[in-house]
């Protein structure tokens, strides 16, 4: 069993199964969106035809929504799981965003809660989809200045308290929708429900995957993770699984699924990941498809994620996403730089 191919395969990163980027958001469950411009290449890239445009259209529609939603970071959910993910994940990354406020010795009492989140919901509600610049402006106008630190706070608490959400994608910078007129209503679940939902789609598009793994990724706590597994019952099995670069790696359990796909992975495919790339941050662990000593060229210590080339899986470079040209510097094996045809895809992308 190669897992480095179940990887590629169910990340769908190679022979990807879906047309359209709201499939993938769906399947995936959540994805890092830390990246603004990038997040499109993300999606556009686990497509079978690749198209900015196409992504943009979901977006706008209220298809994929962006907010901050695990580990206090950026994440894209499709609208249909937006409700149920945000009632699981909100109250721990509140909590997060409290004890970083506390860090940082900013108190934010509710009095100024309430009156900051009336003049935000009626900026926003009469821009239809409002910058930060909007909220600044129409803040102002009702003599309240506040540095961008602490309106990011005011910002990030609507959006878990299901208040603000994405709104229309522009070139550059974030807008902020009213979720009332973004995202319908979806069934109410339970907590059970959720839980097995959010994990089902974790294990799916991640697989193989340690349950460190998910605690990492999900930032619930482990008690949680360990109980969304245990509700999927036998759709998840253990297996012991040899990886290429850490020896160690023989007595750590990787959970599966019984649909797993393992069918269509073919050698000499290079691809061009974007920062902040689900391929990477799913993982804990990155060691599968990350050699130790070049850990440094795909991230800090910090969360800074570099773009980066795979070669059959295995990060073996970096590129540059910004260029009018392919520039790519290999740091592992002894590749060619020709690349051209996953730059040529990316280049599409962009146009289409």
């Not at 603004?36 to 259209?57: C, D, E, I, L, N």
């Not at 509710?110 to 909220?135: F, H, L, N, P």
């Not at 309106?151 to 959006?159: K, T, V």
Request: proline letters at 5%.
């Amino acid at each position: 069993m190669n897992p480095i191919a179940l990887r590629l395969l169910n990340q769908q990163l190679i022979c990807p199964q879906f047309d359209n980027p709201t499939e993938v958001v769906d399947y995936m469950g959540a994805m890092q969106a830390q990246e603004y411009r990038m997040m499109r290449w993300a999606v556009g890239m686990r497509t079978r035809k690749p198209s900015a445009k196409a992504f943009k259209r979901a977006f706008d529609d209220g298809q994929i929504i962006r907010l901050h939603l695990m580990r206090g970071t950026w994440q894209l959910v499709s609208a249909e799981n937006y409700w149920p993910l945000l009632e699981l994940c909100a109250p721990k990354a509140m909590a997060v965003t409290k004890g970083w406020m506390n860090s940082n010795k900013i108190s934010i009492p509710e009095e100024e809660v309430v009156r900051t989140r009336k003049i935000i919901v009626q900026a926003v509600a009469e821009k239809g989809s409002a910058t930060k610049e909007d909220i600044v402006q129409a803040l102002v106008e009702r003599d309240i200045r506040m540095d961008e630190h602490r309106l990011s706070y005011h910002i990030r608490m609507a959006e878990l308290s299901g208040i603000l959400c994405s709104g229309d994608l522009l070139p550059m910078k974030a807008t902020y929708a009213l979720t009332a007129n973004k995202v319908k209503k979806t069934t109410r679940m339970n907590r059970d429900e959720i839980l097995m939902l959010f994990t089902r789609k974790y294990f799916q598009s991640r697989q193989p995957a340690t349950l460190e793994d998910f605690v990492w990724w999900s930032g619930l706590n482990v008690s949680d993770c360990r109980k969304g597994i245990e509700l999927l019952g036998n759709y998840l099995h253990a297996e012991t699984i040899e990886t290429p670069y850490t020896p160690f790696s023989q007595h750590r359990e990787f959970y599966l699924t019984n649909d797993c796909r393992t069918q269509g992975f073919r050698k000499g495919k290079y691809l061009l990941i974007p920062p902040y790339d689900e391929y990477l941050i799913s993982y804990k662990s990155r060691d599968i498809v990350l050699l130790p000593n070049y850990k440094h060229k795909a991230h800090n210590n910090r969360g800074i994620f570099q773009p980066v080339i795979t070669y059959d899986g295995v990060i073996c470079g970096n590129w540059t996403p910004f260029k009018e040209n392919c520039q790519v510097e290999f740091f592992m094996g002894n590749h060619s730089s020709d690349i051209q045809k996953e730059w040529t895809i990316y280049k599409r992308f962009l146009e289409r």
